[in-house]
């Protein structure tokens, strides 16, 4: 079964262009070391949750949207060896600075329990 990294991001609402770009760049490096898929969404119904939600997460201001992503890989075998070369690879460095606040974005790797 296929293995999964997911990602929240908040990202300032009139940087979604320079987000994109930055987003197209880097999806085929991912492709090139194992990645089957690669999927960035940008957040236009993210609601106010009353505990906790998404915006809260990633402690989003109001001048910012929350960006949803995930990348897909065969396994966690081929992601942990890919996700190690992505990371070492050059091409991933910014030249400038990040169009979003990687401090706040939440990430993780997930095992899929279900695939319909």
Known sequence: ?????????PVPANGKQAYLDMAAKA???FHEYGATRVVECWGDNVPDG??????????A???ENVVFSWIE???KEVRDAGM????ADTRMHPDGEMPFD???MIYGGFAPMLDQ
């Open 84 to 87: 190690a070369k992505v990371m």
């Open 73 to 75: 890989w065969p396994s």
């Open 50 to 59: 009353k505990v906790t939600d998404f915006k809260g997460a990633v402690k």
């Open 27 to 29: 999806a085929p490096i």
């Open 102 to 104: 990687g401090k706040r």
């Open 61 to 63: 201001t109001e001048a």
């Open 1 to 9: 079964m296929s293995y999964v990294d997911g990602f929240v991001i």
